[in-house]
């Protein structure tokens, strides 16, 4: 796989030279004609047979509308993030990608740096889209290989998700990528501050006749890669090194279809941070094996990262038919490098794990519009998926009572597994009456991996009732099957650690399955006046074999888990209101999440975990009964394009799970699992920036921007908890600033 790199290029080479190999075709759409007016898109979003008078940026305009009409989010809940909301939350465009997600509702946060996100009481379970195709997912590391730099706009789609969105259901983030046709300008921005902070970021963007692209490259070095386990204001032994390419084209074929082809690279390196002043010879938990001294301040753990993907896409819009057709693929890898030594002093065990995946497949989506009434959708997903995981363990012989008996010896333990993920959908956009819409549908999926065969028919509702000029009520019910990603599907052969510093007290490991889940989503928003507009909406789903994932053991790759019923329930309340160069947002979500009974995996549990979960119901870890983001900007406009803004916001949550409290009735000394939760917190964010218009067509841009304002000291994760296995800390007080040039 060494060479996946130079493969990646070749193939991006020719496909762009594939698009543009016709050099006179680049300029075979004659400019418009004297006076001649923008295209009107029809209803359903096709292109007017006109439009090949009209010049490349009102095709591309149309074929996006086109584009949207596809796939649209009717009955979903989607909270939307153009390039302004973007610039007016704290760093802007060079903010990690998470950091946007949490300013919409329901979103939970959970190790920052990484990119961990809980969406609606969920642990992941999140499918990304770029430009409406189906990103496949990685290995999930601490890497957050997409940039807000080429996002042109966002949105979260959450609640009764059509039938075009299967498999991951928590969320969907669909991504629209800057454009050279919108966009024609390059840039340079250099940014930094706090923990050592250095980053450059340059993008160019342009097009020449129907062909347009947009390039986008950043290098970040920082000494607070991955969560502080420790409330100190300096983390200790957490530098990182990420640097990340994202390359897009377009080529417009006629004025009703183009080809867009669409890359990403990203390389990624990272120190593991330290907890000093552990005991010699005790890990975190307590557990005694050497009493060797060791510093616990000086282990070297690091974890590199390599995530790459590559789609391409024909798009076609042929009076009432639309039309897009994509392949895609994905190579993903993380490698945990243990310190040999001291992870032998502290826990008795060092693992060097090693996973990569490939994956590839095909989607087509398409939308006919038959009559005023009716508009129906369907398409076709294939993703095939392959996963090596090679792991060397050193472990100590051990007696019946765990102390170690001789020196310390390496086991290998590798293994390879194949999935392949299938999917249908059909559905019909019905509008009953004008204000009144009701689109039913369903998808058949099917899931095959070297662990698990399954497949399920899925219904979809949703009704959509615009019951005046300023209210929209919504209600929806959709059926879910979720797999488990292959890559955190736990794949030890327990065996070999018998009688070893890592063998496990239980030996239960049955297979982890899909979930299946029976969701219902209803909600209102309501126009008060100019401006001002307030939603709630409310959600509530029954699960079977609930999935979750957690980490275990020392590495920091995540290990996957069945509850054998699962509940998550939750209400939200959201608001804005904007008036010239003011806006505002605030977001409130109850969640509520509960699991019984493991029922695989069961080797990553202790015991006496495993006996009460199987009759009692316990929170998920990632839990939080109260999250909110707020926030406010001011935007001056002034002479020219220079322009001066300030903003502020806020994050709140009331805390995720720890274990706390005791079983009943007779042990009160054991903590329940995820029975209590870290305290509270809070994060206030400020920031300014100021533009000025310079000679030559060229803007300058400083910005500064202060993080965690108060410096609060907050907890993120406590180091227990189902599936935790350490201590995390939000980061302290950051000062940062950033200078760039627009050209």
Not at 12 to 20: E, K, R, V, Y
Not at 28 to 34: E, F, G, M, Q, R
Not at 289 to 294: D, E, G, Q
Not at 383 to 408: Q, Y
Request: aromatic letters at 10%; one cysteine or more.
């Amino acid at each position: 796989m060494k060479t996946r790199l130079p493969l990646l290029f070749l193939v991006l080479a020719a496909s762009l030279f594939a698009i543009t190999r016709n050099d006179a075709r680049a300029d075979s759409l004659p400019p418009p004609a004297p006076n001649a007016s923008p295209a009107v898109p029809k209803a359903n979003g096709a292109a007017d047979s006109g439009l090949t008078t009209l010049a490349p940026l009102i095709v591309t305009a149309t074929l996006d509308q086109a584009r949207s009409q596809i796939v649209p989010n009717l009955g979903a809940t989607a909270y939307s993030f153009a390039q302004d909301q973007i610039d007016s939350i704290s760093q802007g465009d060079n903010s990690p990608f998470n950091q946007l997600l949490l300013r919409a509702p329901g979103v939970a946060e959970d190790s920052a740096t990484n990119g961990d996100l809980h969406v609606r009481g969920e642990h992941a379970n999140l499918q990304y889209r770029i430009d409406g195709v189906l990103l496949p997912e990685g290995i999930t590391g601490f890497g957050l290989e997409l940039d807000p730099r080429f996002v042109f706009s966002m949105q979260l789609i959450t609640g009764s998700l059509p039938a075009q969105y299967g498999f991951r259901t928590a969320g969907v983030i669909d991504i629209i990528t800057k454009s050279g046709v919108l966009e024609d300008g390059d840039g340079l921005d250099i940014y930094g501050g706090s923990y050592r902070t250095d980053r450059a970021s340059v993008e160019a963007g342009g097009a020449a006749g129907s062909f347009s692209y947009f390039v986008e490259g950043s290098y970040d070095h920082n000494d607070i890669g991955i969560e502080n386990p420790t409330p100190s204001a300096t983390p200790l032994h957490d530098a990182s090194d990420q640097s990340k390419l994202f390359i897009g084209g377009s080529d417009i074929l006629d004025s009703s279809s183009r080809i867009t082809v669409l890359a990403g690279i990203s390389s990624s390196n990272y120190q593991v941070p330290d907890t000093p002043g552990l005991p010699a010879g005790t890990s975190p938990d307590g557990m005694a094996w050497l009493h060797v001294a060791f510093n616990s301040a000086d282990l070297n753990e690091r974890q590199t990262e390599q995530n790459d993907y590559l789609i391409s896409a024909y798009q076609k819009s042929a009076g009432d038919l639309n039309l897009q057709v994509a392949e895609y693929c994905r190579y993903s890898s993380v490698h945990f490098i243990p310190d040999p030594t001291g992870d032998l002093n502290f826990t008795g065990v060092a693992t060097d794990i090693d996973r990569t995946i490939s994956s590839g497949g095909l989607q087509a989506d398409a939308s006919y519009a038959g009559s005023d009434s009716h508009t129906l959708r369907g398409g076709v997903m294939l993703l095939d998926e392959s996963l090596d995981a090679n792991t060397t363990t050193t472990v100590f012989p051990v007696n019946a009572d765990g102390d170690p008996t001789g020196a310390p010896r390496p086991i290998v333990d590798d293994n390879a597994q194949h999935a392949l993920f299938a999917g249908a959908y059909l559905q019909d956009e019905w509008k009953v009456v004008p204000s009144v819409t009701l689109n039913y549908g369903a998808r058949l999926d099917s899931y095959s991996s070297s662990f698990d065969h399954e497949g399920q028919l899925s219904p979809r509702l949703n009704l959509i009732d615009q019951a005046g000029i300023s209210t929209v009520l919504h209600a929806g019910y959709s059926r879910y099957f979720t797999p488990p990603p292959l890559e955190n599907v736990p794949g030890t052969t327990l065996t070999l650690f018998n009688g070893t510093s890592n063998a496990s007290p239980v030996t239960e490991d049955d297979s982890v399955k899909a979930e299946r889940s029976d969701y219902f989503d209803a909600g209102v928003s309501q126009n008060l006046a100019p401006g001002l507009q307030v939603g709630a909406d409310g959600y509530y789903k029954s699960a079977h074999n609930q999935l979750d994932d957690g980490l275990f053991g020392q590495s920091l790759i995540l290990s996957a888990f069945n509850y054998r019923e699962g509940r998550v329930g939750g209400l939200e309340f959201t608001s804005s209101f904007t008036r010239g160069g003011f806006s505002s947002y605030a977001n409130l979500a109850w969640s509520k999440a509960l699991g019984k009974d493991w029922d695989s995996a069961q080797f990553l549990f202790l015991p006496n975990d495993l006996a009460y979960v199987q009759d009692h119901w316990i929170f998920l870890d990632h839990d939080q009964a109260l999250t909110s983001s707020s926030g406010m900007s001011y935007l001056w406009k002034e002479c020219g394009r220079r322009r001066t803004r300030i903003f502020a916001d806020m994050l709140t949550g009331s805390g995720l799970r720890q274990d706390g409290g005791g079983f009943e009735p007779n042990d009160l000394a054991a903590p329940i699992p995820n029975g209590a939760s870290v305290p509270s917190y809070y994060s206030v964010n400020l920031g300014a920036e100021q533009t000025f218009d310079l000679q030559a067509r060229t803007l300058l841009k400083v910005r500064l921007d202060i993080v965690n304002l108060t410096d609060q000291v907050y907890e993120l994760r406590s180091g227990t908890g189902v599936g935790v296995n350490a201590a995390q800390f939000g980061m302290r007080r950051g000062l940062f600033g950033s200078v760039g040039l627009e050209f």
